[in-house]
């Protein structure tokens, strides 16, 4: 899945969970800086996809 490659690719770990479905699973210590940072990179990659089509 494109989502997934350049979530990678940009530092955030996701898993593919279904055919449309995308799974990421933080830490329960994860602070909010780096959740803010994680979101960043799925909406970036999101919109990256979502342009090249």
Known sequence: M???DE???NGLIAII????????IPPLN???EELEESLD????AV???SNSK
């Open 41 to 44: 990179i799925f909406e970036m």
């Open 17 to 24: 969970a279904g055919k449309n479905t995308i799974r990421i």
């Open 47 to 49: 919109a990256k996809v």
């Open 30 to 32: 994860v602070s909010e």
């Open 2 to 4: 494109r989502t997934v």
């Open 7 to 9: 979530c990678f690719e």
